[in-house]
């Protein structure tokens, strides 16, 4: 693969747009990812975080503040390493032949059921398929342009997917920003996909860190393809410190670079191509 074929895929690959634009103006601005550029401070770390393999007990205090942050049932919540090995996965878990996705949206979900042989419609509301297609994807709120889908809309296509076997699939990657507008509290309902991020709101992407909201049936299938060990202790034990801190979260979402950054979020990061550099800065 070469750079420019990585440039023109997934957004944040800052250095293969260096390596294709060698005599771009220096400093890179990415706006390709919508990562909180005020990130959440760091704990400190107990060394055994480091020291032992990830622990049972560290993993369950993990999701149960996830849980809580979240609004849900820590029965049905299961902390990976970041939503994009999910995504990848579900395909297998799922084996649907028909999936519905939003026009424009983040393009790895149609890509993941593509190469796994479904066929992939876009429509400008996904959910308006959910009487034919066998699984719906969308991004809520959606990038790269901010549409959202009314809980209302979301539990009303569960239903319908449900009663055909189908599946809803959710990707709420910024709905930390709004927690009003995530279907967390509905967690565990047949038919029903929940991903969510911690590196964009948390600004702490490297640390790759998420969550899957879903059916013990769903969520013992991603660990029998994941492991117990997918997540690293200090992962879990920031994870846990972060989610935890609802002051901290509650500051980041009132505080005015929230509009910028909010912005930001909504550009098209579908597309590596969008990091751009300011002639200036």
Request: charged share 20%; net charge neutral; aromatic share 8%.
């Amino acid at each position: 693969m070469t750079d420019l074929d990585l440039v023109s895929g997934h957004g944040g690959r800052i250095d293969a747009m260096a390596r294709a634009f060698p005599g771009a103006p220096l400093p890179w601005i990415d706006l390709s990812t919508g990562i909180n550029p005020y990130p959440y401070p760091l704990p400190p770390i107990a060394p055994d975080a480091w020291e032992r393999l990830p622990g049972e007990v560290a993993r369950a205090f993990c999701e149960s503040t996830m849980a809580e942050s979240f609004r849900c049932d820590p029965s049905f919540c299961r902390a990976v390493a970041g939503t994009e090995v999910v995504i990848r996965q579900l395909p297998s878990i799922l084996r649907a032949q028909r999936v519905a996705v939003r026009a424009r949206s983040y393009a790895d979900h149609a890509e993941s059921w593509r190469l796994a042989g479904a066929k992939v419609v876009t429509h400008s509301d996904p959910l308006a398929l959910a009487g034919e297609a066998d699984v719906v994807a969308i991004v809520n709120p959606n990038n790269p342009d901010g549409h959202r889908w009314s809980i209302e809309a979301i539990e009303t296509a569960r239903a319908t997917l449900a009663h055909r076997g189908g599946w809803l699939i959710v990707d709420e990657a910024y709905a930390d920003l709004n927690p009003s507008l995530s279907a967390a509290p509905f967690a565990g309902r047949k038919g029903l996909i929940l991903l969510r991020s911690f590196g964009k709101f948390f600004g702490l992407a490297g640390v790759r860190l998420g969550a899957v909201l879903a059916t013990q049936e769903i969520l013992s299938s991603i660990e029998d393809r994941l492991g117990g060990w997918d997540v690293s202790g200090p992962a879990l034990d920031i994870g846990a410190a972060a989610y935890a801190d609802h002051d901290w979260q509650a500051a980041t979402r009132g505080q005015p670079v929230q509009t910028r950054w909010s912005r930001q979020a909504s550009m098209p990061f579908w597309r590596a191509s969008r990091a751009h550099r300011h002639p200036r800065a």
